[in-house]
Nanobody, 121 residues
């Protein structure tokens, strides 16, 4: 019911910047929270940043001051601006949407396919 497509990953040198974008499409009533998670090889998937429909934000300690999450509720998009990237930021980044398909229905998590971010000189 909800499809998420990420874009904007790639290879960047330490200290560089990237902007990830996530677009939600399909048939749904509302998206409450959108977020970005990342998974490095051999590690679990961890939250990077989340933003609610009211634009309340949460950031992992490791990215505070460097990453900024934003969303456009009208377009159902969510962006992650990543500055001062470091090699430890290398991971596959996944977009998440907590969405209800119908009014009054339960909210469920939907995931994108992921986009690779590699920080290396």
């Amino acid at each position: 019911q909800v499809q998420l497509v990420e874009s904007g990953g790639g290879l960047v040198q330490p200290g560089g910047s990237l902007r990830l974008s996530c677009a939600a499409s399909g048939t749904f009533f509302s998206i409450h929270t959108m977020g970005w998670y990342r998974q490095a090889p051999g590690k679990q998937r961890d939250v990077v940043a989340r933003i609610t429909i009211g634009r309340s934000t949460y950031y992992a300690d490791s990215v505070k001051g460097r990453f900024t999450i934003s969303r456009d509720n009208a377009k159902n998009t969510c962006d992650l601006q990543m500055n001062s990237l470091q090699p430890e930021d290398t991971a596959v980044y996944f977009c998440l949407a907590d969405a209800a398909v119908v009014a009054g229905g339960a909210f469920s998590d939907y995931w994108g396919q992921g986009t690779q971010v590699t920080v290396s000189s």
